[in-house]
C-alpha cells in the first residue's frame, strides 16, 4: 500500500511538471501572439494616420492604452527569471524522484538521468524560440556561473589529511597522466587521419589532434564519486579519484588554452618557433603557480576578515563563498587557472578561518556549499541534455571510432604504469582492483562539452566533425561506463570503508603519531612528508596563525562562555567536590585512565580544566597540577557531552 501511495505522489509530481512547463509554452505562445497583434495594430494605425491624422488625433490613441488594470497578462516582463526557476524547480523535484525511486537509483546514476531528462526539457524548450534563446548552454554560464560553486565545496570540505597525505600521487595521476593522454590520443589520432582514416576535408593538423587531446583528458567524473559515495569505497581510492579529478580539470584547461593558441598561429600562416614552446612551458607553471598564489591570497584575507565578526556571525557564510568566488573571477581576469585559484583559497579559509567563525556558521557553510555545488551539477548535466538538441553534429566514422577507442586505451596505460611506478615508493600499495576502477572510472563531462564549445568555426573549419566525435564519447563514458561501475564494484570486491566521526581520542593519537615520525625522520637524518609538515606548522603557528586566526586565549575564552550557561550553581559546586577526589590521585594517570571512578562523568573535572588551561582566570588555584594535555582530554570530553559544536576551537588548542 506505502509503496502505491509513493508511486500515485511520483506520477503526480511528474504531471504537474510537465503542466508547468507545457503552460509556460502556452502562455509564451499567447504572449508572443499579443505582442504581434499589438504590433500589426500599431502599423495599420501608423499607416492610417501616415494619410490624414493630426497629432492631437495621435496622442489620443496612445493614452487610450493607459488605464487601471485589475489584472493583465504581461509574461514577457518575467520571461526569463520565471523559467530559470521554473528549470531549478524542476531539477529539484527530479532528484527528490531520483532517490525516492529504489529501482531507478540502485541502477541508474543521476548524472545519466538528469541527462536523459535534459533531452526532454530540450525538446519542448526547443517549441518556443524566444526561451530557448535564453536557455543556451556557452562556456561562459559554465566556467563563470556553474563550475566555482563545485570546485570551492571540493577545495574547503576535502579531507585535506588523506589529500595531502596521497599528493605525490594525485599530482602524477593529474599532471603526468594528463600530459600522456593528450599527447599520445592525439600522435594517434594524427597518425588515423594522415592515413586517410578521417572523412573530414583536408584531415586533421597535428595541433588540431592536440587540441582533441586536452579535451579528451578531461576527466570529470561526478558520476563515479556520487557511486562511491553509496557504495563507501576505500578512502585511498576515493581520495586518488578525486583528487585527481580536480587537479585534472585544471591542468586540461590550461594545456587546451596552450594547444587553441598553436591552432591560430598554424590559421594564420604564424610559426610556431622553439621559443613559443618554451613559453607555453612556462606559462604552464605560471598559470597554475599563479591560481594558487591568488587563492591563498583572497583565502587570507577572508580569514583575516573572520577575526572580527565575533558580534556578526551573520555574514561569516557569505565571507566564505563571496571571497572564494572573487579567488576565481580574479585569477581569469589575469588568465590564470581559476580552478587551481577556488581550490587554494578553499583548503587555505578551511584551515585559518575554521576556527574564527562559530558551530553554527560552521554547519551553515557546510551545507551551503553543498546545496550550491549539488544545484550546479544538477543544472550542468540538464544543460548537456538540452543543449545537444540544438547543436549541430557532422558523423564521421573514423574520427568518432578513434576517439573512443583510444581514449580508453591510453586511459588504462596511464594509470596502470603510473601506478607501478609510484607502487615502488608507495608504503600502502595501490591495489590491482583499485587500478582497474580508476582507470574504468575516468569518466567525460560538463568540462569536456564546455571546452568543445569554445571552438570558433574559423579556426576550426572541423569543429562540427570534433563536437560529433567528443559528444559520443561523453554519452558513451556517462552513460554505458556510468550505469556499470557500480556492479564493477561490488563484482570485484573492492575495499570498503564506513566512515566514521573521530573520536577526540583518535585524534589525540593521530597527531601524538605524527610528531613521533617528525622526530624519527629528524634523529635519521632522513626528512619526509612528516618533517615537512612539522617545518610549516612550525612556522604556521608562530607567525602566519596569529595574524589571521583567533588565538587560542580567544577561543577559550568564547567557549569559557558558552559552557557556563549550560552550568548552575549547584552543580559547579558538585563539580569541583568531585574534582578534589580525583585530585588525589596520580593526575595524568587518573585522567587518561579509562578504568577510574566509572560512576564519575567526564563533566566533574571541568574546573580543573580550566584551571590548567589558564582559563578560569585564577579561581582554582589548588587545581594547577592538572597537565595541559589531560586538560585538554578533559574539555573536550566537556563539549561532546554538552553537545557543544564548539570542536573546531578544540583543534586550535591542540
Known amino acids: ?62 493614452h487610450e492604452h493607459i488605464a487601471i488594470h485589475v489584472a493583465r497578462l504581461d509574461f514577457a516582463s518575467v520571461r526569463e527569471p520565471f523559467v530559470i526557476a521554473l528549470v531549478v524547480l524542476v531539477t529539484a523535484v527530479v532528484k527528490l524522484i531520483f532517490h525516492s525511486s529504489e529501482k531507478i537509483s540502485s541502477y541508474i546514476p543521476e548524472s545519466c538521468l538528469l541527462i536523459s531528462f535534459g533531452f526532454v526539457v530540450g525538446g519542448l524548450i526547443k517549441l518556443s524560440p524566444n526561451i530557448e534563446e535564453h536557455f543556451k548552454f556557452t562556456p561562459t554560464v559554465f566556467f563563470h556561473y556553474l563550475l566555482p560553486p563545485i570546485v570551492l565545496e571540493a577545495g574547503y570540505l576535502m579531507h585535506k589529511r588523506y589529500f595531502f597525505g596521497n599528493l605525490g600521487s594525485i599530482l602524477m595521476y593529474a599532471v603526468i597522466g594528463t600530459l600522456w593522454n593528450t599527447f599520445a590520443v592525439a600522435l594517434c589520432l594524427y597518425g588515423v587521419s594522415a592515413a586517410g582514416g578521417v572523412s573530414v576535408s583536408g584531415g586533421l593538423s597535428f595541433v588540431e589532434c592536440m587540441l582533441m587531446g586536452t579535451i579528451i583528458a578531461a576527466v570529470d567524473p561526478v558520476a563515479v564519486l556520487a557511486i562511491f559515495d553509496e557504495v563507501h569505497v576505500n578512502l585511498l581510492l576515493y581520495i586518488l579519484v578525486f583528487g585527481e579529478s580536480l587537479l585534472n580539470d585544471a591542468v586540461s584547461v590550461v594545456l587546451y588554452r596552450t594547444a587553441e593558441t598553436f591552432v591560430k598561429f598554424e590559421k594564420y600562416n604564424l610559426p610556431i618557433t622553439g621559443d613559443q614552446i618554451v613559453l607555453a612551458i612556462v606559462s604552464f607553471f605560471t598559470i597554475s603557480l599563479g591560481g594558487t598564489a591568488i587563492g591563498v591570497v583572497w583565502g587570507m584575507a577572508a580569514s583575516f576578515i573572520t577575526r572580527f565578526t565575533d558580534h556578526v556571525r551573520v555574514i561569516e557564510t557569505l565571507m566564505v563563498i563571496i571571497c572564494g568566488y572573487l579567488a576565481y573571477l580574479t585569477a581569469e581576469i589575469f588568465h590564470f587557472s581559476g580552478i587551481m585559484s577556488a581550490i587554494a583559497c578553499g583548503v587555505v579559509m578551511r584551515h585559518y578561518l575554521n576556527p574564527n567563525v562559530s558551530g553554527k556558521s560552521r554547519t551553515t557553510i557546510k551545507y551551503t556549499l553543498k546545496m550550491l555545488s549539488s544545484a550546479s551539477e544538477t543544472v550542468v548535466f540538464m544543460f548537456l541534455g538540452f543543449a545537444s538538441i540544438s547543436s549541430k553534429f557532422e558523423w564521421d566514422t573514423g574520427l568518432v571510432l578513434g576517439t573512443l577507442v583510444f581514449a580508453l586505451i591510453f586511459r588504462f596505460l596511464g594509470v596502470f604504469g603510473l ?76 575495499k570498503t570503508y564506513h566512515p566514521k566521526k573521530e573520536s577526540i581520542n583518535v585524534q589525540l593519537h593521530n597527531k601524538m603519531m605524527d610528531h613521533v615520525a617528525a622526530g624519527i625522520e629528524e634523529i635519521i637524518g632522513q626528512h619526509g612528508d612528516h618533517w615537512l609538515v612539522e617545518v610549516f606548522m612550525y612556522y604556521d603557528n608562530r607567525y602566519i596563525k596569529p595574524l589571521l586566526s583567533r588565538s587560542d586565549k580567544e577561543i577559550a575564552e568564547t567557549l569559557l562562555n558558552r559552557l557556563e550557561k549550560h552550568f548552575h550553581c549547584e552543580t559547579t559546586h558538585r563539580h569541583l567536590d568531585q574534582a578534589r577526589r580525583i585530585r588525589r590521585r596520580s593526575t595524568d594517570d587518573a585522567l587518561l585512565d579509562p578504568r577510574h571512578e566509572r560512576g564519575v562523568p567526564s563533566i566533574p573535572t571541568l574546573p580543573s580544566a580550566l584551571s590548567a588551561l589558564n582559563l578560569n582566570r585564577g579561581k582554582c588555584s589548588h587545581m594547577q597540577q592538572f597537565q595541559r594535555p589531560a586538560a585538554v582530554v578533559i574539555l573536550a570530553h566537556v563539549m561532546v557531552a554538552l553537545g557543544v559544536e564548539e570542536r573546531g576551537c578544540l583543534s586550535a588548542a591542540l
Open 1 to 62: 500500500m506505502k509503496s502505491f501511495e509513493r508511486r500515485a505522489q511520483l506520477y503526480a509530481l511528474c504531471a504537474l511538471l510537465l503542466c508547468l512547463v507545457v503552460a509556460v509554452n502556452h502562455v509564451n505562445g499567447a504572449d508572443d501572439g499579443q505582442t504581434s497583434s499589438a504590433n500589426d495594430n500599431v502599423s495599420d494605425s501608423g499607416h492610417q494616420r501616415s494619410d490624414n491624422t493630426s497629432h492631437h488625433n495621435t496622442t489620443d490613441e496612445e
Open 419 to 494: 601506478t607501478w611506478i609510484l607502487n615502488r615508493k608507495r608504503i600502502e600499495s595501490i591495489s590491482l582492483v583499485d587500478q582497474f576502477i580508476m582507470g574504468y572510472g575516468g569518466l567525460r563531462g560538463a568540462v569536456s562539452f564546455s571546452l568543445v564549445l569554445l571552438l570558433e568555426d574559423e579556426v576550426t573549419p572541423a569543429k562540427n566533425a570534433i563536437f560529433t566525435a567528443l559528444f559520443t564519447l561523453i554519452m558513451f563514458t556517462v552513460f554505458v561506463q556510468g550505469t556499470t561501475v557500480k556492479p564493477l564494484v561490488q563484482r570485484l570486491h573492492v
